[in-house]
């Protein structure tokens, strides 16, 4: 299936971020979060706070 470009205010997608680090997001968009970035489930289970983001 083919891919559909996606627009993403920065600022929603950083507090987005911070919650699903913090474990805070609804599962609804923890789902979102992890499409949009492509992150494994599987992994996200088992992340650290600071694996998603190691440069901040």
């Not at 474990?23 to 706070?49: F, K």
Request: charged share 25%; aromatic share 6%.
């Amino acid at each position: 299936m083919p891919r559909s470009l996606h627009w993403v205010n920065t600022p929603v997608l950083l507090e987005a971020l911070e919650r699903y680090e913090q474990r805070r997001l609804p599962r609804s968009l923890q789902l979102w979060l992890e499409a949009v970035l492509e992150i494994r489930a599987t992994q996200a289970d088992g992340l650290a706070p600071s694996t998603l983001r190691p440069h901040c």
